[in-house]
């Protein structure tokens, strides 16, 4: 990572876009302690090969702060070496609460921030932390997986925004969590608009991400057809059809998308029309 100048920006003002990306960053993968009295302390503990972006957070940061490294081992990995950045000031500590990062677990009651922000970095930053970007069977895909209903929805939202892609999450019945994917050119365009040429970001997240961008389409390989906005008319039509043949013929839409709506509209996994 290359290094940057000194920051000349207000500690945590979130229209800038480092601290937008490191706070997003910390609530997903940070850890606000309290201790006897006013003492407390921040930690984010991340694979020692990335100890550089919490060297970048330590310069961001008007405060004295420390990175250590240990080895231990896990349950996921025989060896496991990481590097630890730890913040003990008071000051420091009460900014981040107010803006959102609570005491203990959040895992579940995060939110984006209520202030004005800089928002593909401060969603950059969470995916950083508890996303993915990468390749699946040669197609790639951009994910998140989150507990918190808000940063989910936050997300969705905005690669609508940017892809067109639509997401209607619920969460994973065995764990409680949404799991967020996008694959293909939605990925594409989400990776390029993210992780954009000079942002603070995870180095090899980011080499990916370019890779991603770069992406094109094998030959043979069809993009999926965009999703069928059903109005209230296209399904009194679709119902009044004599079959769905005659339906999918009238709508201009495949007789399989037909016959799935209809399903669902004479089973009530949808509302009929009035």
């Known amino acids: 990572m290359a290094e940057r100048e000194p920051i000349a920006h207000q500690f945590m003002d979130l229209t800038v876009p480092e601290y937008a990306y490191m706070f997003g960053f910390l609530q997903a993968d940070g850890h606000l302690a309290k201790g006897a009295g006013q003492k407390g302390r921040l930690t984010v503990e991340i ?34 070496h990481t590097a630890i950045w730890s913040m003990h000031s008071l000051e420091a500590r009460t900014k981040l609460n107010q803006l959102g990062l609570p005491y203990g677990r959040k895992s579940k009651t995060i939110t984006p921030p209520r202030v004005a922000f800089s928002r593909r970095d401060y969603l950059r930053g969470v995916i950083d932390a508890d996303g993915s970007v990468g390749y699946t069977q040669g197609y790639p895909f951009v994910s998140l997986t989150t507990a918190s209903t808000f940063i989910m929805a936050d997300l969705c939202s905005y690669a609508e925004e940017i892809t067109g892609a639509e997401r209607r999450l619920r969460r994973n019945q065995r764990d409680g969590i949404y799991n967020i994917m996008y694959i293909t050119e939605a990925a594409q365009n989400l990776a390029a608009h993210l992780y954009y040429p000079g942002c603070l970001s995870l180095k090899r997240k980011q080499t990916t991400a370019a890779s991603v961008a770069a992406w094109t389409r094998p030959a043979g390989s069809k993009p999926r057809p965009p999703r069928i906005e059903w109005s209230r008319e296209m399904d009194r039509i679709l119902l009044a059809a004599p079959t769905i043949a005659h339906a999918a013929a009238e709508l201009g839409y495949s007789w399989s998308a037909c016959q799935v709506r209809r399903w669902k509209l004479l089973h009530s996994a949808v509302g009929l029309p009035d």
């Open 47 to 80: 694979n020692a090969r990335d100890v550089e972006l919490l060297r970048e957070f330590q310069r961001l940061t008007p405060y004295n702060t420390s990175i250590t490294e240990r080895t231990r081992s896990t349950n996921f990995a025989q060896i496991s």
